[in-house]
């Protein structure tokens, strides 16, 4: 159901991986993913595992915790494999009904699982470990030299917070109304795509009126309690770098030049 | 045409370290033309409870029969049972979504799929009954109080003529004039049509003076099933799980243990006055 | 300027008027959600306002806090003049404000990020905050559930934690805008007596809008507010003794005050305003007697 979301939601534990800033922790998560698309042989993927798994272990959030994420992008993975198998130009091994099974589209569709699973699990692992309040103190400290080019940094942090800690309210909320429009006897399930558009209808409006409702309530309430932007403005918990993170940015450095000579190895090599 | 609940539990997130028992083996029997009240403080399992009954939620264990049909058969037309068991949520105006009142109103009926004459006249018929004067109908709902919106929302569900009518809290953050409107409008609805109503409620005083029999849930579990009367005699159990019997009960109480010839199962004001100008006569 | 700075709130004709517009931006009507309201409250005070939903208690709230400014007429917080923009966050910190719906008011994920909100926004020390976030929770029983995520609290435990955000801001009074209207029987006690203690502990002054009657006869002074005015004031005893214009103004009494003012109805000597058990069962037993 929708309560099974995962994805924006923080896991309590006290580890090495929570505690760690949450500039360190973006910094990371942008360099793995960039990582993730780099590599493509078996070496270079073992090596991403183990650093994953060692990240997974410290981190003390459980495997089944963090791969409940891939619920909802199961089908779409399955697509993409899919394509990647049928339509990959090589060398085919056998054909089911006109369509090519190759090599190569094997190999490719192989790899693209590979990505898209760990680029969840490497995400999700992000957002579980950090409390969404920290993650955008992190990226509103990291982005802030942009507030120079009159980007407004601090609002967009802010905006991202309160998106976070209001999607699960909404999702409640989109839960209660269907059931609510279900008892009048609407149908969410049968039809059409158009028609099933249409039925959308009864749900939507109600869940656009209340999240506009609590916009406004939310905006009154912030100012209430003397809001009025990012200026002059202190932190609970301001962002100081620890020694857990040098050590953490070291690692980092380290993991960064294990993929290239991986990489570079290989290339030479094959 | 009664509901029966058999030995029904229900848990959700199962599986999971949010596992929770929302209801553990409930049972219970709602006969015809009934008005009862379901009480119990939040999280007790009463609106989880009423979600059973028109099929919103499955049960995880047990069974409930509608008329004597097992619901959770394959051939069970569950789309019907909705009809036939109207539920009116908390909050029941954040549900409104039409451009009019009026068409807001007629989507229960239309979902029943009934032709568009009898559609009319099933929504002008239970706007008139919540008292919504004609010239608000074709008005956006958005427009309109807050008191009215509810009603409206009410008129939604009273459209489609249950048989039964759910109601989980209708009254919560109305003040005391709107609650006995709506309360008011509730009881009239049930006098005319006789049939029965269900009123989920955490608040004793509001039921007591309306329904024929009070289910009191705690924990998931029916704690209490009988008459306001014989409920609220266990008033110092009730206080213990969060909820308390109508101040004019205490009140009694207390007389009549400074010797006064009172009875002290009393629920109403109305019944205390009477018993203590009659105390007072003798 | 000595009377002004002795009151918390000081309103004097009060009034709050606002254009409604049809579809194609006409005004077709002036609405006056508040005309000529009068109010003093002192430090330290319970001041309960009363009033059916629409009546503008919320309205005269919202102008406390400088959400709304007045159309017309004068209000002091704290001796200082709400018209003044230069005090709009001096005045927002000495009268801080708890509104209805408990989930549309948090804005951290984190309970004690959240009570923090406050006082970072006024810019207070960092070492200073985690001392106030620490106090305030603990001023409210909810310190144990500091680190908790508030969408697993129950709505009295969001409503105190959103007492705490305000209590953190180190306010001279607190408003407290239907604050219960949403809550369980549970809830509403819990919240309540954790602003009496408040008021009664740290001399916190109270402002508390309600439509539950109940919850008032202990307050210091009442207001009875309907259709933007002031329609009656004085003390719970007082106002509770007037029965019938309660109920003309969409409002109910304790149901113990009602049973009173019906035995009193058949004929019982019986005084004006009873509000609690204890003094009806003491009046009876005197008509017993005699």
């Known amino acids: 159901m929708l309560r099974d979301i995962t994805i924006g939601q923080y896991y309590p534990a006290d580890s090495k991986i929570h505690s760690l800033d949450p500039r360190v922790k973006l910094l990371a998560t942008l360099v793995y993913i960039i990582s993730l698309f780099m590599v493509d042989d078996v070496f270079s993927l ?20 963090i791969m409940r994420g891939l619920h909802s992008i199961i089908i779409l993975l399955i697509f993409a494999a899919a394509f990647n198998i049928f339509l990959t130009p090589g060398i085919p091994i056998f054909t089911i009904w006109k369509l090519n099974v190759t090599k190569e589209g094997i190999k490719s569709a192989a790899v693209m699982m590979i990505r898209m699973i760990y680029l969840i699990a490497g995400t999700s692992l992000m957002t579980l470990t950090t409390t969404p309040n920290a993650l955008t103190d992190g990226l509103e400290k990291s982005l802030s030299p942009l507030n120079k080019i009159n980007v407004p940094v601090h609002e967009i ?86 020694k857990g993170d040098a050590v953490a940015y070291v690692l980092l450095a380290a993991y960064l030049a294990g993929v290239i000579i991986i990489k570079i190895v290989t290339n030479s090599i094959l | 045409m009664p509901i029966i609940l058999d030995h029904v539990t229900y848990k959700y997130s199962t599986g999971t370290a949010y596992e929770k028992t929302a209801l553990s083996d409930v049972c219970l029997t709602i006969p015809d033309g009934q008005f009862i009240g379901i009480i119990g403080h939040t999280g007790s399992g009463k609106s989880t409870l009423v979600q059973h009954l028109n099929g919103l939620l499955k049960a995880t264990e047990g069974t409930i029969y509608y008329n004597g049909k097992d619901i959770y058969d ?83 569900v009273l459209a489609m003529k249950p048989a039964v009518l759910i109601l989980d809290e209708p009254t919560a953050g109305l003040d005391p004039k709107g609650r006995d409107e709506i309360l008011d409008l509730i009881q009239e609805t049930h006098r005319r049509s006789g049939n029965t109503v269900i009123l989920v409620s955490h608040s004793m005083e509001d039921v007591a003076s309306y329904v024929d029999r009070i289910i009191v849930m705690d924990g998931g579990k029916v704690k209490y099933d009988d008459t306001p009367k014989e409920v609220f005699k266990s008033y110092k159990e009730l ?43 003798k | ?64 806090n400088v959400l709304l400014t007045p159309s017309d007429g004068t209000l002091y917080v704290s001796g200082m003049d709400v018209k003044d923009e230069d005090n709009t966050i001096d005045i927002r910190r000495n009268a801080g404000m708890v509104f209805q719906n408990p989930d549309n008011q948090i804005i951290a994920s984190i309970v004690e990020e959240d009570v923090a909100f406050g006082p970072e926004n006024i810019g207070v020390e960092t070492d200073e905050i985690w001392k106030r976030v620490e106090k305030s929770l603990k001023s409210v029983g909810m310190l144990e559930y500091r680190d908790h995520s508030p969408n697993r609290l129950s709505g009295g435990q969001k409503q105190r934690v959103a007492i705490a955000g305000v209590m953190a801001m180190q306010p001279k009074c607190i408003i407290l805008d239907e604050a219960t209207a949403m809550l369980d029987p549970v809830g509403r006690k819990e919240v309540l007596s954790a602003v009496k203690e408040l008021n009664r502990e740290k ?62 109805e058949e004929g019982l000597p019986l005084p004006d305003g009873i509000l609690t058990r204890e003094e009806l069962i003491e009046e009876l037993n005197k008509c017993r007697l005699s």
């Open chain 2, 239 to 281: 206080e213990e799980i969060g909820l308390a019997a109508p101040q004019v009960t205490y009140l009694m109480k207390e007389l009549k243990e400074a010797g006064w010839p009172v009875k002290s199962s009393v629920t109403t004001v109305s019944e205390a006055r009477d018993e203590i100008i009659k105390a007072l006569k």
């Open chain 2, 74 to 156: 394959k051939t069970f037309d569950m789309k019907d049972l909705r009809t036939q068991v109207g539920m009116v949520f908390q909050y029941p105006e954040h549900q409104l979504f039409e451009t009019t009142v009026f068409e807001d109103v007629s989507f229960g009926p239309k979902n029943q799929g009934l032709p568009k004459k009898d559609v009319d006249l099933r929504a002008y018929e239970a706007l008139s009954s919540v008292g919504i004067p004609q010239e608000v109908c074709d008005s956006s709902p958005f427009e309109l109080s807050g008191g009215q919106k509810r009603r409206v929302a009410i008129a939604g």
């Open chain 3, 203 to 264: 001399h916190v002054t109270i402002l508390w809008i309600t439509h539950y009657m109940e919850e008032v006869t202990e307050a210091d002074y009442i207001y009875v507010m309907d259709k933007g005015k002031i329609i009656m004031e004085g003390s719970p005893k007082g106002v509770f003794s007037q029965v019938e214009l309660l109920r003309e103004h969409r409002l109910s009494v304790p149901q113990i005050t009602e049973l009173a003012f019906e035995l009193k």
């Open chain 1, 46 to 65: 073992l090596f991403i595992s183990v650093a994953l798994a060692a990240v997974i272990v410290t981190s003390k959030v459980p495997f089944t915790y």
């Open chain 3, 1 to 64: 300027m000595k009377s002004i700075k002795q009151m918390m709130i000081e309103a004097r004709g009060l009034s709050h008027e606002y254009f409604r517009r049809d579809d194609d931006g006409n005004v077709t009507e002036i609405v006056n959600a508040l005309s000529g309201v009068d109010i003093n409250v002192k430090p330290g005070q319970f001041i309960a306002i009363l009033g059916h939903n629409g009546c503008g208690k919320s309205t005269l709230a919202k102008h406390i």
């Open chain 1, 157 to 242: 942090a802010m905006m991202m917070s309160i998106a976070l800690r209001f999607i699960p309210i909404l999702i409640e909320e989109t839960d209660k109304i269907m059931k609510a429009q279900m008892a009048r006897g609407a149908d969410f399930e049968s039809g059409s795509i158009i028609k099933k558009a249409k039925n959308m209808v009864p749900l939507l409006v109600p869940l656009f009126v209340s999240a506009f409702r609590r916009a406004n309530d939310l905006a009154m309430a912030m100012e209430a309690r003397c809001y009025h932007g990012g200026e002059g403005r202190t932190k609970m918990k301001p962002l100081k770098y620890q």
